[in-house]
């Protein structure tokens, strides 16, 4: 997708990203932090963080389009290594969010050949892992965001 109505896609689809990353990144410290969340939430967190990571690289597909007709420049190219990278921050936190909902089901937890305790600290270190792909995923939307920004306004 190159072009919504005939202007550059990217610049509008990246609106969603920009906002879409924290949201979601914020949503699993929440889930992660406080369990009564996880449970209220449900599995929106996950759809969340699911729908965020399908928008990144179409996001990044259609910077891709914008930036073979723009001149190069070290802004630029530093706005797309970025760009390309985001998906490395928010791929993991799908899939510790999905995870983290998943360990909350007694359907999925029956089927795990671990003891109560085992089950304890996996929820645990998965909690903390989420925490720390969150904090990743928000630092690189706004390493990604501020590049762009400086690319095109710097």
Do not use: C
Request: proline share 7%.
């Amino acid at each position: 997708m190159d072009t919504i109505n005939g202007l550059p896609a990217h610049p509008l689809l990246v609106h969603f990203v920009v906002v879409a990353v924290p949201v979601a990144a914020l949503v699993a410290i929440a889930i992660a932090a406080w369990p009564r969340a996880r449970k209220a939430l449900g599995a929106f967190p996950s759809l969340l963080a699911l729908v965020t990571l399908i928008a990144v690289p179409i996001t990044t597909s259609a910077g891709e389009s914008l930036e073979k007709t723009l001149p190069e420049t070290p802004q630029l190219q530093r706005h797309a290594e970025l760009g390309d990278e985001l998906i490395l921050a928010v791929g993991p936190l799908f899939g510790l969010v999905a995870l983290l909902y998943l360990l909350q089901l007694p359907a999925v937890t029956a089927r795990l050949p671990l003891s109560e305790s085992a089950l304890k600290w996996l929820d645990v270190t998965v909690r903390v892992a989420t925490v720390a792909a969150a904090i990743a995923a928000l630092i690189m939307v706004v390493l990604a965001g501020d590049s762009g920004a400086k690319s095109v306004w710097g």
